[in-house]
Structure formats: C-alpha cells, structure tokens
C-alpha cells in the first residue's frame, strides 16, 4: 500500500497521478516530512463541454 493513499482522500487520487513520495528527515528538528510529488489529470468532470476548458496551471516549484 501506497503511503500517499493513507494521508490523501480517495477522491484525490481520481484527479492525480501519483509520481514520487520521499520520505524526509530533518536532522536538526529530528522532524519527518513528506514530499508528494503530483502530476494533474486531464480530464473534464462530466458535464462540462471540452470548449469552455481553459488550464489554469501552477506556479513553478519553489525550492527552499
């Protein structure tokens, strides 16, 4: 079982694509982290004419 498919809705899992989950330590906090990469879904909910679609994007990955 997929770690990511514990902590997400099940509902998410219809609209993405799972691509890379890390599992991270900060040494320094002693902290753990998660990092779930994404990829969206191209498809329409029912319902909605393929015209009217416009993709909105994201923001470019910001690294700390």
Sequence with gaps: MDLSSLILPTEFHNHFTRIEVLELCDISTKEHILE????EKNNLPSGYPSSEYESKGFYPLIEN
């Design 36 to 39: 779930l990469h994404l990829e």
